[in-house]
């Protein structure tokens, strides 16, 4: 189990003074910390290496996403964002998405990682709304293009 320090966090100035001038603490405190992380993680936290980690990571990324919600003070949210940040190198060194509608690119993602229509039914509102998009019937509005966005780690404007 990771144990915390038992001292109350600072607040303010000196707060911000030890986020930005790299005295957080010895490296050696932290080893036990990040081998006892590492052992419990369901993928390796590093540069994504293949596409089996990648696909791995994505999912990772997909189910920490379903936990958070839309909750941006969530525990959690910093390793969301470190799991984006690799999800979002690995595609920009290897994934090629074509210039293309909307839907187009909100199919391709789909294909990607391995979803349904059902699966973004909560983002859309429904599953028939879904079937819209993807046959050219219903545009993404903001609200589902931020969604969308944020669960596949993309610009929101690939789907507008």
Do not use: C
Not at 35 to 63: G, S, Y
Not at 102 to 128: C, I, K, N, T
Not at 138 to 149: K, P
């Amino acid at each position: 189990m990771v144990r915390r320090n038992a001292k109350a966090a600072p607040k303010g100035k000196e707060e911000i003074k030890a986020m930005t001038d790299g005295s957080i603490g010895e490296f050696d405190e932290w080893t036990p910390a990040w081998r006892e992380f590492e052992a419990h993680a369901p993928v390796k936290l590093r540069a994504i290496e293949n596409e089996r980690h990648f696909r791995a990571m994505v999912k990772f990324m997909d189910k920490l996403l379903n936990r958070i919600g839309d909750q941006e003070d969530h525990p959690l949210m910093g390793l969301l964002d470190i799991v984006t940040a690799f999800v979002h190198d690995y595609e920009e060194r290897n994934v090629e998405i074509p210039d293309a509608s909307p839907s187009a690119v909100l199919r391709f993602l789909m294909d990607q990682h391995g979803l349904r229509q059902a699966d973004l039914a909560d983002e859309f509102g429904s599953q028939s709304n879904v079937s819209e998009v993807l046959n050219g019937k219903r545009e993404i509005n903001a609200r589902q293009a931020r969604a969308l966005a944020k669960r596949f780690g993309v610009s929101p404007a690939v789907f507008i």
